[in-house]
């Protein structure tokens, strides 16, 4: 059966006249812009017209296509979806992920593919440097939980093949066993220096080119199509005109991407993308002050890029908002609720709600809990009846039902009081930080005090019933409290 594909305009239109159901996949369109998939059967008539997202240029053929045909599947493989991205017009955005999680969250934003950072997973892994203490092993292990854990191709990092040509080919093989649509691959000695860094030393040019040559051949053995991308950081190792003249060594070689890492001006970048205009280039937007400097996609785009990678924005992100939760807690305080997703967030994103859906189906009633229900209520309803028997009559003990109407009445001792009135004010708790943002704002009914020192702990020693009792009368409110904490943040407490 032969899939159509889109036309100039952006627009796919498919027959319907098939005896047989199709899914289409369609990864370059953002995910709440319209339905991903598309299925028909033979009961409907005509055809389906889908056009593409505005933001995008048109499409000049289906982006990622599974088809099930007289229940015969057809997968694509992550390394031809990435390809598909690379024929794509325009530029591509890459974050760079280092665990499961990070990357479940490039994917859930909707972008058609990422990276792996060697710089963010030793920080995650092994809070180090990326100096070359990661291993090919432990790198194999964090990507193969990544490639696991989404359905976006990823491309890994390779470091610079953890030895010789050798060792290139074992790598390679590695990464496509673990799920990798691509890996970049750099001519640095070992061990390896971060890029924009300083002591880069790279291989001679014969070496790198082998390097590469050995890479093509694994993919070749391998019977993959692994995208492979061909990085040199000869640029401040050595010179511009010798990491051009390596990257264009790397285009003949058989590489798929070239990438200079650390260039150092606009006019380095084109000059860049002039060579081997028929192999994609890639960008890396060093986030926080690099060697190369940072554009936005469409300047990326006018150069000739292809794909651009974003390597520290994720872990970046990361470092900080746990320094400052840490703060937070350390000042007796919960993180800012604007800055820590709800409980229920967090199940929906990890996959709580799907497991549980799953876990219904394969429920039998063997492992099903018996629940007994003659426990309290029944056993109450037998007393009532011997009672009854015993000619006790059906009175029970009286109960007295406190409410806040009665509450707002009355105080402990019975008599009225200036604390009466509780239920009806509201609590106003204000934290200012001691660097002048402001850090929580929140109102709670006056009568729920519990709650009060669940949102700042640092409140759980003050009395703040006593306070309120001797504030209560006043009319307008009244500020109860005003202090600075330990950590150099102004507390505030306010009875409206």
């Known amino acids: 059966m032969k899939l159509p594909v889109a036309s100039k305009d952006g627009s796919l239109t498919l027959p319907l006249s098939h005896t047989a159901s199709l899914r289409l996949q369609l990864p370059s369109l953002p995910p709440h812009s319209i339905p991903r998939s598309l299925s028909w059967r033979p009961s409907v008539k005509g055809n389906i017209s889908l056009s593409n997202n505005p933001y995008h240029k048109p499409l000049s053929r289906v982006m990622a296509m599974s088809a099930r045909i007289n229940d015969e599947s057809v997968v694509e493989s992550p390394a031809k979806a990435l390809r598909r991205i690379l024929e794509m017009p325009g530029v591509h955005q890459g974050p760079a992920c280092f665990d ?79 799920g990798f649509a691509g890996i970049i691959l ?40 692994i995208v492979i991308v061909a990085r040199t950081d000869s640029r401040q190792a050595v010179s511009l005109s010798e990491s051009l003249r390596r990257a264009r060594a790397f285009a003949d070689a058989g590489a798929d991407v070239l990438f200079i890492d650390a260039l150092a001006s606009k006019d380095e970048m084109e000059a860049f993308c002039k060579i081997s205009p028929k192999v994609p280039k890639m960008a890396n937007m060093l986030e926080g002050g690099g060697k190369t400097p940072i554009l936005n996609p469409l300047e990326l785009e006018e150069m000739g890029f ?29 993180p800012s609720p604007g800055t820590l997703p709800t409980f229920a967030e967090m199940k929906e994103l990890l996959g709580f709600n799907s497991y549980y859906e799953e876990e219904r189906k394969y429920a039998s009633a063997v492992s099903q809990p018996s629940i007994k229900v003659d426990s309290s209520i029944t056993s109450l309803q037998r007393r009532v009846e011997d009672d009854k028997e015993k000619g006790q009559g059906s009175q029970g003990p009286a109960v007295e039902v406190i409410t806040p109407e009665i509450y707002r009445s009355y105080d402990d001792d019975g008599s009225r009081g200036p604390f009466s009135g509780i239920w009806s004010r509201r609590l106003r708790v204000k934290i200012t930080g001691r660097d002048g943002f402001e850090r929580l704002d929140v109102r709670i009914p006056a009568g729920f005090l519990e709650g009060l020192t669940n949102i700042v702990p640092a409140l759980g020693g003050v009395n703040i019933k006593e306070l309120m009792d001797d504030a209560a009368g006043e009319v307008g409110g009244k500020q109860l409290l005003d202090f600075v904490d330990g950590m150099g943040d102004r507390i505030e407490v306010f009875l409206e």
Request: glycine residues 10%.
């Open 100 to 178: 499961a999680l990070s990357a479940k969250l490039v994917e859930r934003a909707g972008f058609l593919y990422c990276f792996t950072s060697g710089f963010s997973i030793s920080a995650a892994r092994l809070a180090l440097p990326d100096t070359g203490y990661m291993s090919y092993g432990e790198m194999l292990d964090q990507g193969q939980l990544i490639t696991q854990s989404v359905s976006i191709p990823v491309i890994g990092d390779g470091d610079n093949g953890y030895g010789n040509a050798m060792n290139v080919k074992r790598t390679v093989k590695g990464y496509i066993r673990a």
């Open 186 to 225: 750099e001519d640095q000695v070992s061990p390896k220096a971060c890029g924009h860094t300083q002591g880069r030393k790279v291989v001679s040019r014969e070496e790198a080119v082998l390097r590469i040559k050995a890479a093509v051949d694994a993919r070749k053995e391998s019977g993959s199509d």
């Open 306 to 334: 292809k794909i651009v990678a974003y390597p520290l924005s994720l872990v970046g992100v990361s470092i900080r908002a746990m320094q400052d939760a840490l703060l937070a807690i350390k000042g007796g305080r919960l």
